[in-house]
């Protein structure tokens, strides 16, 4: 028999349970140098939202007879409008469970989370929230088994590759260079076409014609620094209009953060990448990640990462061509409703 509570009612017990499956992870294949994380610490971080009751934050405990915590089960529940910074790639409403943030002491212990999620899914409903995503390890296959017995499937994988220290040059049918000011209409465009192209033959759950202003918002943040540029852009050097363009950014990942237990602290970002239907197969898409690896390298930065949409044949293929291996899966299903 185990006792279900909310994970503010009993801190102690899921902080332990927390601090240990941090302490259990390892690094990837990938990524060998993760930055030492102390799992405690990590913990508390991680569990801070539901043991302050967050309102959007639905957290829950399964504990055994003499009170030591055998599950633990927590989700931020998620509303995007168009003020919201994942409007543009976001379902309007969605529970995520992120890396941590579900846990089991062994293997058994698992069938204990069924009841952990029902309390999530009571917790949702008073949201209208049906949509649920949940971040495992690609290696994780009891977890992620788990998760698929719930009717989730794979939706978006996190994947990353080495910076190499030098680029060669390559000649590239398109000219590359950072974003300007004046780029911001055709960067709209070619952002909407990818959002387009995502709702029409992808499973993701990009909107149809979306509100252009949270597009806006983000692509003029890729102009504030030409030195160390955000945003990249692909050029026709015949008719100078922009084929292609690709945003990128440096993270610094909190030392306390449970996410440091298998992802350097220090590693670069690629956002997103677009690049028109008449240019595709072309060496456009290759040319912009040629120049954001050479940006990275020149700034230190030894790894890459970013996210592609698992039914998205083109981009899958593009970038696993190009080195980069997932290191985290985001699996989604309508298993809330």
Same mark, same amino acid.
Request: aromatic share 8%.
């Given at each position: ?71 633990? @089960?927590? =989700? ?5 409008? *168009?003020? +919201? ?5 976001? /379902?309007? #409403?969605?529970? &995520? ?89 055709? @960067?709209? =465009? ?5 959002? *387009?192209? +995502? ?5 993701? /759950?990009? #909107?149809?014609? &979306? ?98 949409? *698992? ?9 696993? #061509? ?16």
């Amino acid at each position: 028999m185990v006792t279900v509570l909310p994970i503010h009612q009993a801190p102690d017990a899921a902080l332990q349970l927390v601090t240990e499956s941090i302490a259990d992870q390892h690094g990837t294949p990938l990524v060998a140098d993760t930055s030492p994380v102390d799992p405690a610490t990590a913990a508390q971080k991680l569990l801070k939202p539901y043991a302050e009751q967050t309102e959007m934050a639905s957290g829950w405990l399964a504990l055994d007879e003499g009170g030591s915590a055998v599950a633990l @089960l927590g =989700a931020s529940l998620v509303i995007t409008d *168009e003020d +919201h910074p994942g409007y543009s790639f976001l /379902p309007e #409403r969605f529970a &995520q469970i992120g890396l941590g943030h579900a846990a089991a002491r062994d293997e058994a212990a698992i069938e204990h989370l069924d009841a952990l999620l029902q309390r999530i899914r009571d917790d949702a409903a008073a949201h209208s929230i049906s949509r649920l995503m949940v971040s495992v390890r690609p290696h994780d296959w009891i977890m992620g088994s788990f998760w698929r017995s719930h009717g989730l499937q794979p939706e978006k994988l996190m994947a990353g590759r080495r910076v190499p220290a030098e680029i060669p040059e390559s000649d590239y049918a398109v000219t590359v260079r950072p974003a300007v000011p004046e780029d911001e209409e055709q @960067l709209i =465009a070619l952002c909407m076409e990818e959002y *387009e192209y +995502h709702a029409l033959h992808t499973t993701a /759950p990009h #909107r149809r014609n &979306q509100a252009v202003e949270p597009t806006r918002r983000y692509v003029s943040g890729g102009f504030d620094d030409v030195v160390h540029p955000r945003c990249l852009v692909a050029e026709d050097p015949d008719t100078g209009q922009l084929v292609g363009c690709l945003f990128l950014r440096i993270n610094e990942q909190p030392r306390d953060s449970a996410i440091g237990m298998f992802m350097p602290r220090r590693r670069g970002f690629i956002g997103l990448t677009s690049v028109t239907e008449s240019w595709r197969g072309r060496g456009a898409g290759s040319a912009l990640l040629s120049e954001a690896l050479r940006v990275f390298a020149d700034r230190d930065v030894p790894y890459a990462f970013l996210f592609y949409v *698992e039914s998205n044949v083109l981009s899958k293929e593009f970038w696993n #061509r190009r080195g980069f291996s997932p290191v985290a899966v985001d699996m989604a299903g309508e298993a809330l409703g």
